[in-house]
């Protein structure tokens, strides 16, 4: 019981900061006239879903987490075509979730070599960052209008080369998201050992719970204030 | 087996990358081919956009990105000399080959801005094809 607490209060977490960071670092970037999509997926899809891997290796946690974070895109209030993204995100969760459940062992003993981890990032990013592109090509036409496969098709070419650069930026995020794994961050050990006694960590459920509020409270105010 | 999953992911990373790299020096081709013009076509005949401009007036329309200003798409397909433009569907290309295919309800909602971009007020930003090259009519 207390461990499917602790994996919702992760999922909760995870998805909270990707989709606010979605949001709020997409819409920025986007201002900017930067490819916002590649850097989101490419580095902070990646660094968030790896990190949340790594820390609690549960299978099934990455799509929930995508789900999370669509659920909370649909509430931007900033960029049209909410629906599409939102689902395109849960979609990018699902793909990482395939990838790894296929490719990783249960103790990550392959990405040992900083060889394999480039390899598994660029393939992974490259992937995620495709697979949403084409989903949100699909579903975009198919909410307003209609879907016409020869648009897609004819677009594809720009999808794969778009995902070069998701793929390259994949390859350096989930290296970064191993690095970051080894710092002890208050939400990786609920219970750990300090001057030869058993502790826990108290502050696991405060800061898990109370960073996703945060999160909800300042979209949620935002698309509030834009809709009235 | 004859390749171990750790062998397998350096093969599918170097094929993703070639695939990128392939597609985007065909992207780049494409678009140079198509970014040396300063014509628009309009159901098989070329438009100079500058004339285009100086015989349609220009509105401005709101849209979640802001005002954008551009001649509206129904007076284009007019100027073209479409003689039932509501019998039709029309397909939006880009320089990129990106390709959006609208309505004519949607055409009478959207503009065409002096940049070639189409802004539609009414419709998600992935309709919002860039670099137009060419509006392809099409049977409905």
Same mark, same amino acid.
Not at chain 2, 44 to 51: A, P
Not at chain 2, 79 to 98: L, T, V, W
């Given at each position: 019981?207390?461990?499917?607490?602790?994996?919702?209060?992760?999922?909760?977490?995870?998805?909270?900061?990707?989709?606010?960071?979605?949001?709020?670092?997409?819409?920025?970037?986007?201002?900017?006239?930067?490819?916002?999509?590649?850097?989101?997926?490419?580095?902070?899809?990646?660094?968030?879903?790896?990190?949340?891997?790594?820390?609690?290796?549960?299978?099934?946690?990455?799509?929930?987490?995508?789900?999370?974070?669509?659920?909370?895109?649909?509430?931007?209030?900033?960029?049209?075509?909410?629906?599409?993204?939102?689902?395109?995100?849960?979609?990018?969760?699902?793909?990482?979730?395939?990838?790894?459940?296929?490719?990783?062992?249960?103790?990550?003993?392959?990405?040992?070599?900083?060889?394999?981890?480039?390899?598994?990032?660029?393939?992974?990013?490259?992937?995620?960052?495709?697979?949403?592109?084409?989903?949100?090509?699909?579903?975009?036409?198919?909410?307003?209008?209609?879907?016409?496969?020869?648009?897609?098709?004819?677009?594809?070419?720009?999808?794969?080369?778009?995902?070069?650069?998701?793929?390259?930026?994949?390859?350096?995020?989930?290296?970064?998201?191993?690095?970051?794994?080894?710092?002890?961050?208050?939400?990786?050990?609920?219970?750990?050992?300090?001057?030869?006694?058993?502790?826990?960590?108290?502050?696991?459920?405060?800061?898990?719970?109370?960073?996703?509020?945060?999160?909800?409270?300042?979209?949620?105010?935002?698309?509030?204030?834009?809709?009235? | 087996? =004859? #390749? +171990?999953?750790?062998?397998? /992911?350096? @093969?599918?990373?170097?094929?993703?990358?070639?695939? &990128? $790299?392939?597609?985007?020096?065909?992207?780049?081709?494409?678009?140079?081919?198509?970014?040396?013009?300063?014509?628009?076509?309009?159901?098989?005949?070329?438009?100079?956009?500058?004339? =285009? #401009? +100086?015989?349609?007036?220009? /509105?401005? @329309?709101?849209?979640?990105?802001?005002?954008?200003? &551009? $001649?509206?798409?129904?007076?284009?397909?007019?100027?073209?000399?479409?003689?039932?433009?509501?019998?039709?569907?029309?397909?939006?290309?880009?320089?990129?080959?990106?390709?959006?295919?609208?309505?004519?309800?949607?055409?009478?909602?959207?503009?065409?801005?002096?940049?070639?971009?189409?802004?539609?007020?009414?419709?998600?930003?992935?309709?919002?094809?860039?670099?137009?090259?060419?509006?392809?009519?099409?049977?409905?």
């Amino acid at each position: 019981m207390k461990n499917k607490m602790r994996i919702f209060a992760l999922i909760i977490f995870f998805g909270s900061i990707w989709g606010f960071s979605e949001i709020f670092i997409g819409s920025f970037l986007a201002d900017q006239e930067l490819p916002y999509g590649i850097i989101m997926t490419g580095f902070f899809a990646m660094i968030f879903l790896t990190l949340s891997r790594i820390i609690y290796n549960q299978k099934g946690m990455q799509i929930a987490i995508g789900i999370t974070a669509g659920a909370l895109k649909y509430f931007n209030p900033f960029v049209g075509g909410n629906v599409c993204s939102a689902i395109a995100i849960m979609a990018e969760g699902l793909v990482f979730e395939l990838i790894w459940n296929y490719f990783m062992n249960y103790d990550f003993s392959q990405l040992k070599s900083i060889k394999m981890k480039i390899s598994v990032g660029i393939f992974t990013s490259y992937m995620v960052y495709v697979s949403g592109f084409i989903l949100t090509q699909i579903l975009t036409p198919l909410i307003y209008s209609n879907f016409y496969f020869e648009n897609l098709i004819s677009f594809m070419p720009q999808i794969f080369s778009k995902g070069l650069f998701a793929g390259i930026i994949g390859g350096l995020s989930i290296p970064i998201a191993f690095s970051l794994s080894n710092i002890n961050l208050s939400l990786k050990d609920k219970i750990y050992y300090r001057e030869g006694r058993l502790r826990i960590n108290r502050l696991f459920y405060p800061t898990t719970f109370g960073i996703s509020a945060i999160c909800w409270i300042i979209v949620l105010a935002n698309w509030y204030i834009f809709i009235s | 087996m =004859i #390749f +171990s999953r750790g062998k397998i /992911i350096h @093969i599918l990373a170097i094929s993703v990358i070639i695939l &990128g $790299i392939i597609s985007t020096i065909y992207v780049n081709a494409y678009k140079e081919k198509n970014n040396s013009s300063n014509e628009i076509i309009i159901n098989g005949n070329s438009f100079d956009i500058s004339i =285009i #401009f +100086s015989n349609i007036n220009e /509105i401005k @329309i709101i849209t979640d990105d802001g005002e954008k200003s &551009g $001649i509206p798409l129904d007076q284009l397909i007019d100027y073209s000399g479409e003689n039932c433009p509501s019998c039709f569907k029309y397909q939006i290309i880009g320089s990129d080959g990106y390709k959006q295919t609208v309505t004519w309800q949607d055409m009478e909602n959207g503009v065409l801005s002096l940049d070639r971009i189409a802004f539609f007020p009414h419709l998600a930003h992935p309709f919002w094809v860039r670099d137009i090259i060419e509006i392809e009519v099409k049977k409905i």
